[in-house]
């Protein structure tokens, strides 16, 4: 019969393999890089969960360069940390946002579009 000392042990430690599994996988797929002949046009702002982030919009083509589709994707900054834990574990399968564990430059849910920076 297990102790209650163990099964809380074996709580923890399942907790902790749930929150970090999904980062580790998420890390694995390779980042679109930005293309800076391109920018967003202006501002992108959301609201995700209860998370409220804006932040400047990047350029980027798909993983590998290999699309000629850009995508207006950014790097979320969050006025709340707790909403924004929040935010990384609902959202983090529909790759719209990263939250504080993963990298940043996911798609935007409110993505603006790409423009041609004139020289």
């Given at each position: 019969?297990?102790?209650?000392?163990f099964?809380?042990?074996?709580?923890?430690?399942?907790?902790?393999?749930?929150t970090?599994?999904p980062?580790a996988?998420?890390?694995?797929v390779?980042?679109?890089?930005?293309?800076?002949?391109y920018?967003?046009?202006?501002?992108?702002r959301?609201?995700?969960?209860f998370?409220?982030?804006?932040?400047q919009?990047?350029?980027?083509?798909d993983?590998?360069?290999?699309?000629?589709v850009?995508?207006?994707t950014?790097?979320?900054?969050?006025?709340d940390?707790?909403?924004?834990?929040?935010?990384?574990?609902?959202d983090?399968a529909?790759?719209k946002?990263?939250g504080?564990?993963?990298?940043?430059?996911?798609?935007?849910?409110?993505?603006?579009?790409?423009k041609?920076?004139?020289?």
């Open positions: 019969m297990d102790s209650p000392l099964r809380f042990a074996r709580f923890i430690a399942l907790g902790f393999a749930l970090l599994a980062n996988l998420a890390q694995q390779p980042a679109a890089k930005p293309d800076l002949r920018e967003c046009d202006g501002q992108t959301g609201k995700i969960g998370t409220i982030w804006s932040a919009g990047i350029c980027v083509r993983a590998g360069g290999k699309s000629a850009l995508r207006c950014v790097s979320a900054s969050a006025i940390i707790p909403s924004k834990i929040g935010a990384e574990r609902i983090r529909s790759g946002f990263s504080i564990f993963g990298a940043t430059n996911r798609p935007a849910p409110y993505g603006g579009s790409c041609e920076v004139k020289p």
